[in-house]
């Protein structure tokens, strides 16, 4: 364990293991007995007292305590305080035991915990005991654990537990759990503004000066490095949430075609939308995940609408209903509509208690977005079944013209105003960055440090993501190149970790491409084939061959209609679920490993051309790269799969279970998933089943139903 290399057992070590595992199954089987049968008393408890002395990781006879005092509390009525002392004491010297075996048992801790909180035992004596341990071990997690709680317990003023920290920070500072303890402690008195502890900014700056000392004496040690980036983001994360894009975008005039392709004078391919469904989607993304979002924290304003007919929800959803990204959708088709004529729509998001970030803070502003709905007639001439196949070849897509760029659709942030407080912590924030940035300069001339070298990109990318913010659709990524190379440098350097240093690199990258019109627009490319719409060039934002492993920036292409993701190494499509306007999509030749890793794409009700060929599913029994979680309940794809949807359920629907919940839900016309290990002609029938409006299967026209 921990890189140290085992050593064969000597005969005398294996006789008195196997000794010890012989009184360990006696002890066991007595105690499961008196468990079963609910034997409670002196004999029976001592039992589980011998067994938890041995393995104190036996949680089922920490359980059974647990039932054994409260049994003989109530057995023969009130019991005098001598008596509950009594019986709490004997449960406390029963966990110091445990705990002399292992001074990390959970089992034991907990117990301690429960013992406690009955009430009767000596707080005091419980601090004098911490000490003790702490003295014998001052970095082990669970005693600082236990003593967050009996602070509480006690009311120990947090400040004076602050102190506490230091004080022990001093005496080492290589302490993951100190350095930890008072990240808790001072994030709950920077929440609650408690006195000393306000304005936030001069505090964050006293306690750079404590980490540097950290950080500086030894880099190489990491105990200093964890807590620095907890005040790192501290520093750089805005508390309240905020509205950091929409679509429409404000200002813009969106030019709808209804079940076909548009007639008429061609119009700008960035604002043009098709849909067959008679909807629009109006879309909401915040810079953290939200809840409550609903028709009385947004007011939509429009012939479409009276507001209160429109259900907001959630994309992307955690186990709070939260998400970065919401969606309602107008109703156009159930009004008559002049085709000569553009309709306004605002939508206001005030300052509500509704909306809501899962730390506890409320909305930072206020916002208006003003655009115009066109609806122009419809062209019949192409159906469904007349629809020529999407060849994602580049021989079908051409350069964008550079007097396309103002049209392109990013969002205008500067209308949500900074007033004089949030400029001034801008400016702090600046400061204090700009200072660490030079720092770590220092530190990277003077040794090769990998987590200074980490830091640094964290530092660079923090500091042009304030100056965005401050500056809006005025401030360039000026980083971004130096933080591609120090990523690049780390997967040289650190290759076990090289993995989350691709993942952030695919982020920075993606931020570069998206940061404005200019470097955007190098990406967008015309369709030049025959596509779902012919008023327009249908505009594909190519992202192809750039190594990603990780989506985002999101929010600036929240107006994308076709996206060419191809050739990357994705193994996940967290994010896309919030490209409401998504119609065709090309993620062949990925790492996805499974059809769970396609969950986020039910979101997308315009999705029509999906390519996933060339992927890995069906080669893995267990995605492990779709959750890195500790447990199947801590994430929510497939939350919301209903398998009693379908009447018949064959072999063939319960051998590609997944792939029925996932194309299910999908109103494809054009499909691709050749070169998987899954396919098969078996496969490819489901599928036919599964999606009725399905024309074009691995590059072949299905016969018409």
Not at 311 to 333: C, E, F, G
Not at 600 to 624: A, C, F, M, W, Y
């Amino acid at each position: 364990m921990h890189g140290r290399p085992r050593k064969a057992p000597k005969p005398e070590d294996e006789a008195a293991s196997a000794a010890k595992a012989a009184k360990l199954r006696t002890l066991q089987s007595q105690f499961l007995h008196n468990h079963h049968h609910h034997i409670y008393d002196k004999e029976a408890v001592e039992v589980s007292a011998k067994l938890l002395e041995i393995n104190p990781e036996f949680y089922t006879a920490w359980n059974y305590r647990k039932l054994a005092v409260d049994h003989n509390l109530s057995v023969s009525g009130p019991a005098s305080d001598a008596d509950v002392h009594s019986i709490l004491n004997e449960e406390l010297r029963v966990v110091e035991a445990a705990l002399r075996q292992n001074f990390k048992s959970y089992g034991a801790w907990h117990h301690r915990k429960w013992v406690l909180s009955k009430g009767h035992s000596s707080v005091d004596h419980e601090l004098r005991l911490l000490d003790r341990f702490q003295r014998a071990d001052s970095r082990n997690f669970h005693a600082w654990n236990y003593r967050r709680f009996v602070a509480a317990l006690k009311n120990i003023p947090e400040v004076d537990e602050l102190k506490y920290t230091t004080d022990m920070i001093e005496r080492n500072f290589s302490n993951y759990s100190a350095w930890h303890n008072r990240s808790v402690i001072l994030s709950s008195l920077l929440k609650r503004k408690s006195e000393g502890f306000f304005p936030k900014e001069r505090i964050l700056s006293e306690e750079y000066e404590l980490v540097h000392q950290a950080i500086f004496t030894d880099p190489d040690d990491q105990s200093g490095w964890f807590y620095y980036l907890w005040l790192l983001d501290q520093t750089v994360k805005l508390d309240a949430p905020m509205l950091i894009s929409s679509w429409p975008a404000p200002c813009s005039e969106v030019v709808v075609s209804v079940n076909g392709s548009i007639a008429g004078t061609p119009v700008l391919p960035f604002i043009n939308y098709r849909t067959d469904m008679g909807t629009i989607p109006i879309i909401l993304y915040f810079n953290q995940a939200v809840k409550g979002v609903n028709s009385s924290a947004v007011t939509v304003r429009s012939v479409f609408t009276d507001n209160t007919d429109l259900t907001w929800r959630p994309l992307s959803t955690n186990k709070d209903s939260a998400s970065q990204a919401w969606v309602a959708y107008l109703n156009i088709s159930d009004v008559n509509v002049d085709t000569s004529e553009t309709y306004p729509v605002e939508v206001s998001v005030e300052h509500s208690k509704d909306i809501i970030s899962l730390s506890g803070f409320h909305l930072s502003h206020s916002f208006t977005s003003k655009y115009a709905v066109c609806i122009n007639h419809v062209d019949l001439r192409h159906t469904e079944e007349d629809m020529e196949v999407i060849s994602w070849k580049d021989c079908n897509f051409q350069k964008c013209e550079a007097d396309l760029q103002e049209s392109i659709p990013i969002p205008l942030l500067d209308h949500l105003g900074i007033d004089k407080d949030q400029a001034v912590a801008f400016k702090w924030r600046e400061d204090i960055v700009n200072n660490e940035i030079a720092l770590f300069r220092e530190l990277l001339a003077e040794t090769n440090c990998k987590i200074g070298k980490l830091t640094l990109a964290r530092l660079l990318t923090a500091l042009d993501k304030i100056m965005s913010d401050s500056i809006p659709n005025s401030y360039q990524e000026a980083h971004c190149e130096e933080v591609l190379d120090l990523y690049r440098d780390l997967m040289k350097l650190d290759p076990p970790h090289s993995q989350y240093y691709k993942d952030q690199q695919s982020l920075a990258l993606l931020c570069q491409i998206t940061s404005n019109r200019e470097d955007l627009l190098r990406y967008c490319w015309g369709y030049q084939g025959t596509a779902p719409s012919d008023g327009g060039r249908l505009i594909c934002v190519r992202l192809n061959n750039l190594s990603l492993t990780q989506i985002g920036s999101i929010g600036c292409l929240l107006w994308v209609q076709m996206l060419d993701l191809s050739n990357n190494e994705l193994g996940s499509l967290d994010g896309l679920e919030a490209l409401q306007s998504l119609s065709c999509l090309n993620l062949s030749n990925n790492k996805l490993r499974s059809f769970t890793a396609l969950d986020p794409l039910r979101q997308l009700k315009s999705l029509r051309v999906l390519n996933v060929s060339h992927n890995e599913i069906g080669e893995h029994s267990i995605d492990t790269r779709r959750h890195l979680c500790s447990s199947p309940l801590s994430h929510t794809v497939g939350s919301d799969w209903k398998l009693g949807r379908f009447p018949v359920i064959d072999n063939n629907m319960v051998k590609h279970w997944e792939a029925c919940i996932i194309f299910k839900d999908l109103n494809l016309t054009q499909l691709d998933v050749i070169g998987n290990a899954v396919v098969d002609e078996d496969f490819k029938l489901l599928l036919c089943k599964l999606m009725p409006r399905l024309r074009w299967l691995d590059g072949h026209r299905l016969s018409k139903i």
